[in-house]
């Protein structure tokens, strides 16, 4: 459990938040954890919940189905994320999407009451649920913004500049692999790669491993 807690820490919910702090404000034996094999089904759209799901170890995606039966991936979950919190004050909520595992993962699931305790017991846990609540109205804006242009550059753009924003510089560490970014942007993998050898070529980014650095970066602005 040392090591489980110590992962929960690293997610922006408990920022500011030490050990000890967490003890008090939260009851661990109310919380289940769980390990899921690669490929494994968390959740599945239109099921009851009533806990919040931490990652503490592996890769989780959330996908959403639609009439012809296409998945389209709504977002990607590493160490140091949680889903299911925008659901806390549902009522009756149930998942709006399907949720699994792309590698074998730990999830920490923390039930709705004890998130509402943590609310109540601590204003610095109460901040980082609203700034994640923010953040999280953000990236949806900014995916309905990816499908509203058609062409590959478009969108890989609003996603170079999302990313930049959450890591607050210019030069930044890619946090997802070439396919996770084909799915994010409904993109075929080949059109991603082709697309930014072709920014890097017109002088717009340059990339060196998993690194990118926005060279222009009055042409990323959201």
Do not use: W
């Not at 390990?35 to 009533?50: A, I, T, W």
């Not at 946090?175 to 072709?198: C, D, G, M, Q, Y």
Request: glycine fraction near 4%; charged fraction near 25%.
């Amino acid at each position: 459990m040392k090591e489980s807690i110590q992962s929960l820490l690293k997610n922006a919910l408990f920022n500011n938040i030490d050990e000890e702090e967490l003890h008090r404000i939260l009851s661990f034996e109310s919380c289940r954890e769980e390990v899921f094999e690669k490929d494994s089904l968390v959740v599945q759209e239109g099921d009851y919940c009533d806990t919040i799901g931490f990652v503490l170890e592996g890769t989780l995606t959330i996908q959403q189905y639609g009439r012809s039966g296409d998945a389209l991936t709504i977002n990607i979950f590493r160490h140091g994320e949680c889903f299911g919190a925008p659901l806390l004050f549902t009522k009756q909520a149930k998942y709006p999407f399907t949720l699994v595992t792309i590698s074998k993962s730990k999830v920490l699931f923390i039930p709705f009451k004890e998130m509402r305790h943590m609310l109540e017991s601590s204003r610095t846990f109460n901040f980082n649920y609203l700034t994640f609540l923010s953040t999280h109205i953000f990236v949806l804006k900014n995916k309905i913004k990816i499908l509203a242009h058609n062409d590959v550059r478009s969108r890989l753009m609003i996603y170079l500049a999302k990313e930049m924003e959450l890591a607050g510089s210019t030069n930044y560490k890619m946090r997802h692999k070439k396919t996770e970014i084909s799915e994010i942007i409904k993109v075929a993998r080949p059109s991603v790669s082709r697309e930014l050898s072709n920014m890097e070529k017109d002088g717009l980014i340059k990339i060196e491993g998993t690194h990118v650095t926005i060279l222009l970066e009055d042409e990323f602005l959201l």
